[in-house]
């Protein structure tokens, strides 16, 4: 198994360029999550999918995001338009049903907007 | 709501001390409750894992017990190595798909 892969694993732009994340999660798992890292906030999540829905977008800081999951092997996250403070890493992650599933992380995008 | 309390950080040590780092919930019905380790340039992944009271997960020498009675779920080891250097985090899951995490522990073992 693969794990959970995402692209690009850095990405740098300038403020008001629109910024695109990928994640392609494990293969039969029923939930997708975004998160964001940061040093000030620690970990946030973002937004998270069950079965190619949203069901929680919560998090989500503004109208500039937007999370979708057109099927069950891939999501995107874009930010649109990208400002110096979307800087941080973001990671998604996927899992079974069930609370004794864990979940399941990439490795992350680390975003860095000048 | 569902809220994880971990020991603020960040913790340093001499290899082979013994480790510590406390994790207390608080959360409705029944939940799981898993510590995840993150290595520099990594995404989180699952160190170990307990789905009912009393239940003792354990892993690579870690180890935690669900105590209910305490809503506490302890991360131990006997003896760090350098290569424990990780951010460790402390969370818990319900049947409503989202995990809920502590804001994570630095720890630093030194030779």
């Known amino acids: 198994d693969a794990g959970v892969i995402q692209s690009p694993r850095h990405e740098v732009t300038e403020m008001g360029q629109e910024v695109t994340l990928r994640c392609k999660p494990i293969?039969?798992?029923?939930?997708l999550f975004w998160y964001r890292q940061t040093m000030m906030r620690g970990l946030e999540l973002l937004i998270y999918f069950n079965n190619n829905v949203p069901i929680d977008d919560s998090g989500m800081p503004e109208d500039r995001f937007s999370a979708k999951m057109p099927n069950a092997s891939f999501s995107t996250l874009k930010i649109q338009p990208s400002e110096p403070r979307d800087s941080a890493v973001y990671f998604c992650a996927s899992s079974l049903a069930g609370n004794d599933s864990p979940l399941h992380f990439g490795n992350g995008t680390r975003l860095t907007v000048t | 709501g569902n809220s994880v309390t971990q020991m603020e950080g960040p913790v340093t040590l001499s290899e082979e001390a013994f480790l510590t780092i406390n994790c207390t919930y608080t959360?409705?019905?029944?939940?799981?409750l898993f510590w995840y380790v993150q290595y520099p340039g990594e995404g989180l992944q699952l160190l170990l894992k307990?789905?009912?009271?009393?239940d003792k997960g354990s892993n690579k020498g870690f180890e935690a017990t669900y105590r209910k009675e305490t809503t506490s779920f302890h991360l131990e080891k006997g003896s760090v190595q350098v290569s424990d250097s990780a951010v460790y985090f402390c969370a818990l899951g319900t049947n409503a798909g989202k995990s809920t995490f502590g804001d994570g522990t630095t720890l630093t073992v030194k030779p």
């Open positions: 293969s039969g798992h029923d939930y």
């Open positions: 307990a789905t009912k009271a009393d």
């Open positions: 959360a409705t019905g029944y939940p799981s």
